[in-house]
């Protein structure tokens, strides 16, 4: 008996330490509906409350007419050598109620807490352990009574919302189903037994009671009943005789009534041959041993859960992060390493890993090749305009024979448009590179726990890429300069070799330089030599940018962050890995799942097999 005791003991224990975690579910089975406990099941009126008054030995439920029983009742009953009696409730946990009418009453205002004073029905349990050398161990969940009507201040919903409540308990599959009829009712017409059926059709889970059989009219029985034959179930009925509301009222002793009961069975004509099998006593410890046999089958899928629920929970640990050690050196560890958690995911980025790279590479295929073409030449290198910088380039002496200022003036001019162009693909590979990083901050696992180290680095990163980009727009302004500081010299010799087409052989070369034809044919060749200009900016840009921005945030985003927190005290260091309070809660509670499992599968172990 001490093996089955310490076993369901454990149960009760491992339940309600998931209780206090908050660990009933979610997705797949809990731990908590995985260990197998006793559903109580029955109409209204039905002598529920007495039935679990009498496994308990105490007068403790609240009673009166309608719904009493108004939110399901989570009792565990833990079996004490010796001592006192108390009970304690999980809502008020630092609190032993020795007094059994302040435990009806606790009840009563708890249940008032969640539905108020109305007859409302709420799936909120209330959970209460009762500690006892009375009692067996055993977990019994009180449910309220199945009816069929709604009576006034009900809602019309109440026989369907009682009976969803109820079904939501017995359907599971390590469910116990305690249902209970009263004898002078016809079986046929039972609620408890009705739903049972549907939920236990083999009955394999099912215990079914007979209450009130003192109540009965004489010359009548429930042998048949009791004995199986009006009903089958795989368990044996047990008949129960409820204390009278007389005794009730007197407030009768229930140990006394136990020993009523007892004696009731043992000199009755009908049911003396079954006594040894009737009796809330009897009751009591055919659910405890049948629980013990229940717990023992499960043990495997137990043992099954709690091993799965265990690698999950190891896993979630490792991908939020498991306690950060004090001392300043693992703290730097754990700070560079974060760090390089972060440049991995920053380079996958541009490598083409993870998306957004590509984006750098659509500024030099298309944004900068549609500004290049919008740039104005047309307008500066119009005729009007090249007549305008030619003359003026001549001053008082117009040129005798090539305008050369004119054309250099007017090549600067032209050039000197490429600047927009270039500073505008290093901003826009800026505003990528910036984009990089908030992405790969969000994207990097380990770093979300450190809302401080976040913060340190994205500005680390961002102070980079500033400094990336004015080295890479002095780049791209000095190449746009080195066109003007240099003209390509074999361009021009080269128009000069060309012939001129539909050159007069008789005209005056002096007075051709000043027609219109004239100013075309510098604009023409300006406009040619640009053209080779921009097809060499088009190449060269890109590669400035890269070289300057791209290269440079891929090999040394973070190197001047490093030399910073080397030089940081241990109290700074410890600032940076200042936790999300959020995060920090969230693996404060899945330790302490982990530690719930991992007890509860060592003390499982420890005494599934005695």
């Known amino acids: 008996m001490a093996t089955m005791e310490s076993l369901i003991g454990l149960v009760n224990r491992i339940q309600r330490a998931c209780t206090v975690l908050g660990d009933h579910g979610g997705e797949g089975m809990s731990l908590w509906e995985a260990l197998p406990s006793v559903a109580v099941v029955g109409g209204q009126s039905s002598g529920k409350s007495s039935v679990l008054e009498s496994v308990v030995g105490r007068d403790f439920l609240p009673r009166g007419s ?288 993870r998306p957004g790279g590509d984006r750098i590479y659509k500024v030099f295929d298309h944004q900068l090749p549609a500004a290049l073409k919008k740039l104005p030449f047309d307008r500066h290198l119009s005729l009007k305009n090249v007549q305008k910088v030619v003359s003026e380039a001549d001053g008082y002496q117009p040129h005798l024979i090539a305008p050369e200022q004119g054309y250099r003036r007017l090549i600067d001019g032209s050039i000197n448009y490429f600047k927009g162009p270039a500073e505008a693909s290093v901003d826009a590979v800026h505003l990528v590179l910036k984009e990089l990083v908030r992405k790969s901050m969000a994207e990097t696992e380990e770093l979300k726990r450190f809302p401080t180290l976040q913060a340190d680095i994205a500005a680390a990163a961002n102070d980079s890429l500033e400094r990336f980009r004015e080295a890479s727009r002095k780049t791209v302004l000095r190449l746009v300069d080195m066109e003007s500081s240099y003209l390509t010299v074999e361009f021009f010799r080269k128009l000069h070799l060309e012939p001129e087409k539909n050159q007069n052989p008789n005209s005056n070369s002096n007075v051709d330089r000043y027609t219109d034809n004239h100013f075309k044919k510098i604009g023409s060749n300006v406009t040619a030599y640009i053209g080779m200009v921009c097809e060499t900016l088009r190449n060269s840009i890109p590669k400035a940018v890269v070289h300057c921005q791209v290269r440079e945030a891929r090999r040394a985003l973070l190197n001047n962050f490093y030399t910073q927190v080397g030089r940081r005290e241990k109290e700074k260091l410890g600032q940076m890995l200042d936790e999300d309070p959020a995060l920090m809660e969230k693996r404060n509670a899945i330790a302490k799942r982990l530690e719930l499992y991992k007890s509860a599968r060592d003390e499982i172990d420890s005494v599934a097999w005695k």
């Open 66 to 353: 309608g719904i009493v029983t108004r939110r399901p009742l989570v009792l565990q009953l833990h079996k004490t050598e010796s001592g006192q009696e108390y009970a304690e409730f999980l809502h008020s946990s630092k609190k032993r109620f020795t007094d059994f009418a302040a435990v009806r009453q606790e009840i009563a205002d708890e249940t008032d807490r969640i539905t108020g004073k109305s007859k409302a029905i709420s799936n909120v349990p209330i959970h209460l352990s009762i500690y006892s050398p009375n009692v067996v161990n055993l977990t019994l969940i009180d449910l309220p009574g199945l009816t069929k009507v709604a009576v006034e201040g009900q809602p019309d919903s109440i026989v369907q919302d009682i009976e969803m409540m109820v079904r939501s308990y017995v359907e599971k599959p390590n469910s116990i189903i305690l249902a209970i009829s009263p004898a002078n009712q016809d079986i046929a017409t039972s609620d408890a037994i009705k739903l049972a059926r549907e939920v236990d059709p083999s009955g394999e889970r099912t215990f079914g009671v007979l209450t009130k059989l003192d109540l009965m009219d004489k010359g009548t029985s429930a042998l048949d009943v009791l004995e199986g034959r009006a009903y089958r179930l795989q368990h044996p009925w047990v008949g129960i005789v409820n204390r009278s509301q007389a005794d009730i009222n007197k407030n009768v002793d229930m140990i006394y009534a136990r020993r009523k009961e007892h004696e009731y069975f043992e000199s009755s004509p009908e049911y003396g041959h079954l006594a040894h099998k009737m009796g809330s006593e009897y009751l009591a410890k055919l659910l405890s041993q049948h629980l013990e046999l229940v717990i023992r089958q499960r043990i495997p899928s137990i043992l099954a859960l709690i091993n799965k629920t265990i690698d999950e929970l190891n896993a979630e640990l490792d991908r939020i992060g498991r306690p950060i050690a004090v001392d300043s050196g693992a703290q730097l560890y754990t700070i560079l390493e974060l760090c390089r958690a972060f440049d991995r995911v920053f380079k996958q980025h541009i490598d083409g890993g």
